[in-house]
């Protein structure tokens, strides 16, 4: 491994570039900084949370899709679903799906707190249950809950993206334990399984980016 590789906030990341990249990107909204300085101060799952720079990637994506319909599944503190909804159509709505209830209530609060927040539906309870209730057409998926359970939302949800539209998974490089040999630890074994199953998938484009902890842009065709 080379020297500068190391784990930092629990992903493998070069800090210089890291930063480099923070410097020179698009500054986040002060209630975004405002929900990262909460959760760095006072979560003891911190290292969940998207950083600036995968933020402003998904708000990116999600303004050029401009999509009429999100799904997000696991909303953490609501900063994700924050940027992906920046980029929404005209009537557009995201879903968000949280299984904890402190977390839930965390992210509703900043939810009401934004200018769109009206926007965004906010489910709380098992994914797996909830997924079949969602009579929606998705534009755009994000997937960043439970990794043993990343196969099982993928199936639920591919018949019920629009072609075209895009699934997003997180943290698909699991803390570089994907990358060991043997692969050891439950949540690692499900995220590989979860990979391979997407890259024997004929029906999808896929492509992993390298950015923070993995992120796997899958497309159907």
């Known amino acids: 491994m080379p020297d500068w590789l190391i784990f930092a906030g629990m992903e493998m990341i070069d800090p210089r570039a890291q930063a480099y990249a923070e410097k020179y990107s698009s ?52 900063y994700s679903a924050l940027c992906l909804a920046a980029g929404l159509g005209p009537e557009g709505r995201l879903h968000t799906i949280e299984l904890r209830e402190e977390d839930a209530d965390r992210a509703m609060g900043y939810f009401r707190r934004w200018k769109w927040g009206d926007r965004i539906i906010l489910h709380r309870g098992n994914a797996l249950a909830i997924l079949p209730t969602l009579e929606e057409v998705w534009d755009i998926v994000f997937i960043d809950a439970d990794k043993t ?70 497309r159907k065709k």
């Not at 019920?160 to 490089?173: F, K, M």
């Open 149 to 218: 359970g990343y196969s099982g939302y993928y199936r639920q949800v591919l018949p019920r993206v629009r072609p075209g539209g895009l699934i997003i998974a997180d943290n698909v490089l699991f803390h570089g334990q994907v990358l060991e040999e043997p692969i050891e630890g439950k949540s690692a074994k499900a995220i590989q399984g979860f990979n391979e199953l997407v890259a024997a998938d004929e029906s999808v484009e896929k492509v992993i980016l390298t950015v923070r902890d993995g992120l796997f842009f899958i």
């Open 27 to 78: 500054p986040v909204e002060p209630l975004l900084e405002e929900i990262a300085a909460y959760t760095a101060a006072n979560h003891p799952d911190a290292q969940m949370l998207s950083g600036p720079l995968q933020g402003r990637l998904l708000q990116l994506v999600s303004t050029l899709l401009q999509p009429q319909r999100i799904l997000e599944i696991g909303t953490f503190m609501g």
